[in-house]
Each structure stands twice: as C-alpha cells, then as structure tokens.
C-alpha cells in the first residue's frame, strides 16, 4: 500500500489543522493506522492510532483532549484532526499502517507515507 499524507502547513497557536492520508494500491481497512511525529532534534514519537480490530482509538499524552483520529473507508483515507495547536506541537508528521503488532510501536508499522510539515508560530 502507498500512502501520502498531506495537509500540513503554518498555522498559528491555538489554531487547527487536519491532515489527510491517503492510501492506493490496498484498502485501509485491512490495516491499523498510526500517526506518528518527528519534532526538530528528537525520535520520531507516537502521536495516535487506531487500535487493531476497531477496539478503540488511543493518544499520546501530549495531544489527548486536543487531536482526533479518524477513517474514511470509502474514500481509503485516515484523518488527524488537530486542535488547540501549540508550538511544541511543531514536527513532521507522518502516516503509516501495520498489519499487527503494538500499535503505539513504530517498529510494528509496514508502511509509512512521506511525512508532512506542521508548524505551529506562538
């Protein structure tokens, strides 16, 4: 599967910003989808995903409250629905799908797509 996500871009802080991931090739409901996020000088860290089985969604502590995981199987696209953007929310934001494994584990993730920019200014 080929993923690309998109809908980053330079938004002030407390403002919003939805990324979009889209998927050809495969469709996405045969896999648990992940965002994760590499910000400046750091690992890349885990951000959301949906958990395997559609059993729920989960968060990393930092967005709880404020990002929202969504899917569209129809359209064969995953959503992050970012608010209350603050800037240490800054990074690169990248999609990716597994097809078991830990969720909140990068390492479990079979596909990635090419990461957008987000970039919050205070």
């Known amino acids: 599967v080929q993923l690309q996500a998109s809908g980053g871009g330079l938004v002030q802080a407390g403002g919003s910003l939805r990324l979009s991931c889209a998927a050809s090739?495969?469709?996405?409901?045969?896999?648990?989808m992940g965002w994760f996020r590499q910000r400046p000088g750091k690992e890349r860290e885990f951000v959301s995903a949906d958990k395997w089985g559609g059993t729920g969604t989960s968060y990393a502590d930092s967005v709880e409250g404020r990002f929202t995981i969504s899917r569209d199987n129809a359209k064969n696209t995953v959503y992050l629905q970012m608010n209350s953007l603050k800037p240490e929310d800054t990074a690169v934001y990248y999609c990716?799908?597994?097809?078991?494994?830990?969720?909140?584990?990068?390492?479990?993730?079979?596909?990635w797509g090419q990461g957008t920019q987000v970039t919050v200014s205070s």
């Open positions: 990716a799908a597994r097809i078991s494994g830990s969720y909140y584990n990068d390492a479990h993730y079979n596909y």
């Open positions: 090739g495969r469709t996405l409901s045969t896999y648990g």
